[in-house]
């Protein structure tokens, strides 16, 4: 069974200070997603990582897959109230199949 | 372009009864899949169709639950009888065929009383 592991769980900070959230496994996968939860509506696609070592950057947000591809970071650099949410992991196999998720970080960004 | 759509986006029912979700997948994607998110766990696969034939049903608990795609657009997935650990977020998912990038709908939030 594949399993991610998200890191921290919860994360309660202040505008303007920067994050980083990880998202380590013990199995290598073809590709990761990050998505961002809001309260009753679905996660969204945030980022899709394919290459080992592959830096993505959108906006404030960077996007970082180990190079040998069981682990990923995104880190948020001056955090806002908007980017409160449920950031999530997730991770494909070797095909294009089912996802395997990570139990989620829960971030709040205080004014 | 319209999004991943799922109906009800509640539904509250009592143990025993049926429940029948709906998922609309985005037009033309072949791949669809449920995934569900009990109370305080991770969202798990239930299963996997491609166009109308289950690719995976490996993540389904157990025969209580089925999952249709009848011409390959749109999926049900029936709980019959639902039990109370069947509560929880169901998720639906498409993609595009042999695209990693699967975009979800809002969820439908199943209680079992």
């Known amino acids: 069974t594949q399993l991610l592991e998200q890191s921290p769980q919860f994360l309660s900070i202040q505008e303007g200070e920067n994050l980083t959230v990880y998202c380590n496994s013990s199995?290598?996968?073809?590709?990761l997603q990050w998505y961002r939860q809001e309260p009753g509506e679905g996660p969204v696609l945030l980022v899709t990582?394919?290459?080992?070592?592959e830096v993505k950057k959108l906006k404030r947000l960077t996007f970082q897959f180990g190079d040998a591809r069981k682990d990923s970071s995104l880190h948020i650099t001056a955090a806002q109230p908007g980017d409160t949410g449920l950031y999530l992991c997730?991770?494909?196999?070797?095909?294009?199949?089912?996802?395997?998720f990570g139990q989620g970080t829960i971030l709040t960004v205080h004014p | 372009e319209a999004g991943v759509t799922q109906f009800p986006s509640h539904s509250v029912i009592e143990k025993g009864q049926t429940v029948t979700l709906r998922c609309d997948p985005i037009?033309?994607?072949?791949?669809l899949y449920w995934y569900r998110r009990v109370m305080g766990k991770e969202i798990k696969f239930l299963l996997h169709?491609?166009?109308?034939?289950?690719?995976?049903e490996s993540g389904m608990p157990n025969n209580r639950f089925l999952a249709e795609r009848t011409g390959g657009t749109y999926s049900t997935l029936k709980v019959q009888p639902a039990e109370l650990e069947d509560s929880g977020v169901y998720f639906c998912?498409?993609?595009?065929?042999?695209?990693?990038?699967?975009?979800f709908g809002p969820g439908t939030r199943l209680t079992v009383l």
């Open positions: 998912a498409s993609s595009q065929y042999r695209s990693f990038e699967q975009f």
């Open positions: 199995s290598v996968f073809s590709s």
């Open positions: 990582v394919v290459t080992g070592g």
């Open positions: 997730n991770a494909g196999g070797t095909s294009y199949g089912k996802l395997t």
């Open positions: 037009s033309g994607h072949d791949n």
């Open positions: 169709f491609v166009k109308e034939s289950k690719q995976d």
